[in-house]
Structures are given as C-alpha cells and as structure tokens.
C-alpha cells in the first residue's frame, strides 16, 4: 500500500519517463471506462508461499514474533521487484482474515488510505470475490484505484489485482495474503506484491524505498488483531503500531504521516539526483540524505 503511494509520489515529480506503475495516457480513474490492458505484471495464484519464493528457514521464532516484519526482497525479470512481509500474529486465522478483509475500515487501519469503498461482491466455487475502489494519500497527492480481491478460505490465501474493466491512476499492482494458523494461538501471516521501480530513480534508492513501504505492510494487522484479542501493544504504552485507530489528538488527515513525508521526500531526493548524475557531489549528498531517512524512518 505504501509503496504504491512513494510510486504515486515518484512519478509526478521531474520525470518525463513513464513508469509501470504510472498510468500511460490521461490522468483520473473511471469506473465508466475500461483499463487499458488486461494486466501487464503476472497475477499471484493462492498456493503456498514457498511456491514463490517466501521461507522463514533460519529464522528464530522469537525473530518472528517481535512486532516487526521480516522482509524479503527477490528479484523478477524485466526489472520488477517482488517485497514480502512475513509476521507471527497472536492471533486466531478467523481473527486476522476478519481484519484484512474489512475493507471499508482501511482507512482507520492503514496509514495513507482515505477510503477503501466495497462496490461489488460475489461468490463462486467456494471463491470470494470482493471489489473496491481504493484512494490513497500521501502529503498533497492522491491516487486512485479499483481493485480485484478473490479470498479462498480453504486455501488460506487471498490474491488481488486491478479490476481491469475500470480505468484506475496505476498502470498495474498485483498481491497475495496467506495466512497459516500454527499450533500455538499464533498465525504466519504473508504479504507479497510485485511491482516495478521507475527506471529514473537512483538504484541505492529502490531497495530502502521498497524495504521502507513492506515494513508497514502487516504491521498493521498485528496491531489490530491484539486490539481485537485484548493483548498489549508491542511499542511504549501500547502505542499505536502501524496504523491503528486514529485519536482525537491525532494529526488532521491532511497532514502526512513521518513515513508518508519520508518517502516523499525520498522521492523527491531521488529526482534531484538523477537530473544532476553528472555531478557527484549531488548523488553524495542524495546517498546520505536517503541513508539518514530510512534509518530514522525504519528505527
């Protein structure tokens, strides 16, 4: 979700090179219209997680259970680039899938959502289909988009793509939730999508971009399942982690999040760099400012 809004960020600030995730033509979502395509990046099955590539071997389960994701980056072809987050939640699958599939309350969950509103559902072959149009922010800029979701409880997964008989702002986005219940009360929650950096942001830039996004990605789920469980918050006071439910005293929608300006300003960094590669100085002062970002950010 973050990452779709540095994207939305990086690709209208100072780039005349379209991007896979920018949308080639007019600008504005339709619901009147189709997309353009029928879909550019390959689609996620609901299978196993080791079938693409997702493993926690070697990992520590105390690792796992700490509050924080562990991310995964892997490499496709063409350039794309698959993130995985993967975090224990202490948790029931039923409670989980309940908070993932509350779409309409996204924007109570997820930091940068405005809206996420269910305009069509189905079922079919012990398949749920669930439609949505989603509209995200980050500082002055909005993107949106109309989504596929197709949740199999039987296989423990949930995919999603764009829903390509509407014009959406991205170009294409595709994901996958699985969820494994374990033997403890906990589940292994999975989160992985595939997409494609702009070519013109600065290659040190692209992995922190895209560690930064998947770090927030299911955060947000453990955070709401202990809610919904009565268990302590991971974090100072049981503090909001990820997201959560925001407060009276909290900022007013319009003001972005630290990670919101963050990655903006990351973005922005990057456009800086790329138009002055020539000067080296330039890209020495954008690696240090990137560098000092995400550990501030990422900390």
């Known amino acids: 979700m973050l990452l779709a809004v540095a994207l939305a960020c990086c690709a209208r600030h100072g780039t005349s090179r379209a991007s896979v995730l920018a949308l080639r033509g007019g600008r504005g979502a339709d619901p009147n219209r189709p997309h353009p395509h029928q879909g550019t990046l390959t689609k996620y099955e609901r299978k196993p997680p080791s079938e693409y590539g997702l493993s926690v071997a070697g990992v520590d389960a ?97 995919t999603f793509q764009l829903d390509y008989t509407r014009k959406s702002e991205l170009a294409d986005t595709v994901g996958y939730w699985y969820v494994e219940e374990l033997d403890d009360g906990w589940c292994r929650v999975f989160y992985s999508t595939d997409s494609q950096i702009p070519a013109w942001i600065p290659g040190f830039m692209k992995d922190a971009l895209v560690n930064l996004a998947a770090k927030r990605s299911t955060a947000w789920v453990d955070a709401e399942c202990r809610k919904e469980m009565g268990l302590q918050l991971e974090g100072s006071g049981g503090g909001d982690v990820g997201g959560g439910d925001r407060s009276a005293s909290a900022p007013p929608a319009d003001t972005p999040s630290p990670t919101q300006q963050s990655l903006l300003l990351a973005a922005l960094v990057g456009a800086y760099a790329n138009h002055f590669l020539a000067r080296t100085m330039a890209l020495k002062q954008a690696r240090r400012m990137v560098s000092e970002l995400i550990a501030k950010v990422a900390a």
């Not at 996204?106 to 069509?120: L, M, P």
């Open 62 to 158: 105390t690792r796992l259970r700490s509050g924080k994701p562990l991310l995964q980056l892997i490499s496709l072809p063409n350039g794309f680039k698959r993130t995985a987050s993967i975090q224990d939640v202490h948790a029931p699958a039923d409670v989980v899938w309940s908070k993932i599939l509350d779409l309409p309350n996204y924007d109570k969950y997820v930091d940068g959502v405005v809206s996420c509103e269910v305009y069509r559902r189905e079922a079919s072959g012990g398949v749920e289909l669930v439609f949505a149009k989603y509209k995200i922010r980050a500082a002055a800029f909005t993107l949106e988009y109309f989504m596929q979701h197709e949740f199999e409880r039987k296989a423990n997964a949930m």
